[in-house]
């Protein structure tokens, strides 16, 4: 597909460009980071957060070097479903 001006008057996109431009806009991130980023995407507070990673079930989902903490969102899920 051609690349679209950004100035391009909404009303003037095919709705083909318009899907597209809206797939860009809302592309959600993969990956959220630290307990606050694990809380977000278990729906709890940290100290709750901070209970499930430890308890080792996420470690598939859960990449950490120190006190860096990077989750993958869709697969922390999928484990904490099982």
């Known amino acids: 597909m051609k690349n679209i001006d ?5 009303w003037q ?6 899907v597209e431009v809206s797939k860009n806009l809302n592309s959600e991130k ?4 630290g307990l606050k980023g694990l809380a977000k995407i278990l729906g709890c ?3 709750k957060a901070s209970e499930v990673k ?3 079930i996420l470690n598939k989902a859960i990449i950490q ?3 860096i903490i990077i989750i993958d969102k869709e697969k922390a ?3 904490f479903g099982k």
């Not at 993969?30 to 980071?33: A, F, G, I, L, T």
């Open 65 to 67: 070097n120190g006190n």
């Open 54 to 56: 430890s308890s080792g």
């Open 13 to 18: 996109l095919t709705v083909e460009e318009f």
């Open 77 to 79: 899920l999928e484990l």
């Open 45 to 47: 507070s940290v100290s």
């Open 6 to 10: 950004p100035k391009t008057p909404i």
């Open 30 to 33: 993969k990956y959220e980071y």
